[in-house]
C-alpha cells in the first residue's frame, strides 16, 4: 500500500525560505515520477513541480521557477521541494503525489496524472 506523508509546512516571512519532505513507503519514489501540487483557498490544485522517473528532469509551473527546486532522497526514500524567496501569494496546502508505475512516466503538472497523493502541509507566508 501506497503512504506519502507531508512534512516542514510553517509560518514564515515574505523572502524566507522552506524546505517540505514527503515521505514514501511502498513505493520507491526514485524511480518514478512525482510531483508537488498547491491548493489556496478558494482555488483549484495547482501542480508546481514535477519529476520525472529516475530524477532524470524536472519541470516547474512559471509561479515557481527560479525560486523552488524539486528533488529526492534515494537512500530516504524522500521527496523534497525546497522553497526560496518565499511571498505571500505562496500560501497554500501543499500536498506530492506520485504517478502509479504502470502509466510510465511524466513531467505533467495535471493532477489527472497522479495516482496518490499525500494529506497535505500547510504552508503561510506574511508580508
Known amino acids: 500500500q501506497v503512504q506519502l506523508v507531508e512534512s516542514g509546512g510553517d509560518s514564515v516571512q515574505a523572502g524566507g525560505s522552506l524546505r517540505l519532505s514527503c515521505a514514501a513507503s511502498?513505493?520507491?519514489?526514485?524511480?518514478?515520477?512525482m510531483a508537488w501540487f498547491r491548493q489556496a483557498a478558494a482555488k483549484g490544485r495547482e501542480g508546481i513541480a514535477s519529476i520525472y522517473c529516475g530524477g532524470t528532469s524536472t519541470n516547474y509551473a512559471a509561479s515557481v521557477k527560479g525560486r523552488f527546486i524539486i528533488s529526492h532522497d534515494n537512500a530516504k526514500n524522500t521527496l523534497y521541494l525546497q522553497m526560496n524567496s518565499l511571498e505571500p501569494e505562496d500560501s497554500a496546502i501543499y500536498y506530492c503525489?506520485?504517478?502509479?508505475?504502470?502509466?510510465?512516466?511524466?513531467?505533467?503538472?495535471?493532477?489527472?496524472?497522479?495516482?496518490?497523493w499525500g494529506q497535505g502541509t500547510q504552508v503561510t507566508v506574511s508580508s
Open positions: 511502498g513505493y520507491n519514489a526514485g524511480s518514478y515520477s
Open positions: 503525489a506520485a504517478r502509479a508505475p504502470q502509466w510510465g512516466c511524466t513531467w505533467s503538472l495535471s493532477p489527472d496524472a497522479f495516482d496518490y
